[in-house]
């Protein structure tokens, strides 16, 4: 492990943003005090949320809200800005302050091109975070990988379920 690196908390990363150091085009996230660069978006990643987002709408309604490619602040050093958001509601729509584990349902990462990152890296830090459930829609492979039992160690559960299979989220087992 490299010791001379200087890690970027979340407050000197908002800084960074309001001066104006990042093009506002420009798709970054903060991952473990190192900004990182978040892959193109591809015709069949965007299909993919479009149609996870509408399916949670209609089964969840007014019981959550979903946040679509929106920063999580999972820690001092940590605010990924995962596909889809499942959050408890907020009165204000977190006018406030972004999302924190504590408020988070579930994250899905759609992967196109970034399956093994968000198999390793993001699911990693979602665990250590304490986000309770956490799954990825591998577009190219048609499965999902669902994660639950997050530890600082990582998810202690791990499913791999093929495209014909009926889940429910965990806080949500009427929701088919």
């Given at each position: 492990?490299?010791?001379?690196?200087?890690?970027?908390?979340?407050?000197?990363?908002?800084?960074?943003?309001?001066?104006?150091?990042?093009?506002?085009?420009?798709?970054?996230?903060?991952?473990?005090?190192?900004?990182?660069?978040?892959?193109?978006?591809?015709?069949?990643?965007?299909?993919?949320?479009?149609?996870?987002?509408?399916?949670?709408?209609?089964?969840?309604?007014?019981?959550?809200?979903?946040?679509?490619?929106?920063?999580?602040?999972?820690?001092?050093?940590?605010?990924?800005?995962?596909?889809?958001?499942?959050?408890?509601?907020?009165?204000?729509?977190?006018?406030?302050?972004?999302?924190?584990?504590?408020?988070?349902?579930?994250?899905?990462?759609?992967?196109?091109?970034?399956?093994?990152?968000?198999?390793?890296?993001?699911?990693?830090?979602?665990?250590?975070?304490?986000?309770?459930?956490?799954?990825?829609?591998?577009?190219?492979?048609?499965?999902?990988?669902?994660?639950?039992?997050?530890?600082?160690?990582g998810y202690h559960s791990e499913s791999i379920l093929a495209e014909d299979v009926t889940i429910s989220p965990l806080a949500f087992g009427d929701c088919a």
């Amino acid at each position: 492990m490299l010791t001379n690196i200087r890690l970027i908390n979340v407050k000197e990363y908002h800084q960074m943003a309001e001066t104006g150091i990042f093009h506002p085009e420009e798709r970054l996230e903060l991952i473990a005090g190192q900004i990182v660069r978040m892959s193109a978006k591809g015709t069949a990643h965007e299909s993919a949320i479009t149609r996870t987002e509408r399916l949670l709408r209609q089964r969840l309604g007014d019981k959550v809200l979903l946040r679509i490619q929106s920063p999580v602040q999972l820690d001092d050093y940590s605010e990924p800005e995962p596909d889809i958001s499942v959050v408890k509601p907020n009165l204000l729509d977190y006018d406030d302050h972004h999302p924190n584990a504590s408020e988070v349902f579930l994250l899905i990462e759609i992967a196109d091109s970034s399956l093994k990152y968000d198999r390793e890296v993001k699911a990693n830090i979602y665990a250590k975070s304490g986000i309770i459930e956490y799954w990825i829609l591998d577009v190219n492979g048609r499965k999902l990988y669902m994660y639950c039992l997050p530890s600082p160690d990582g998810y202690h559960s791990e499913s791999i379920l093929a495209e014909d299979v009926t889940i429910s989220p965990l806080a949500f087992g009427d929701c088919a």
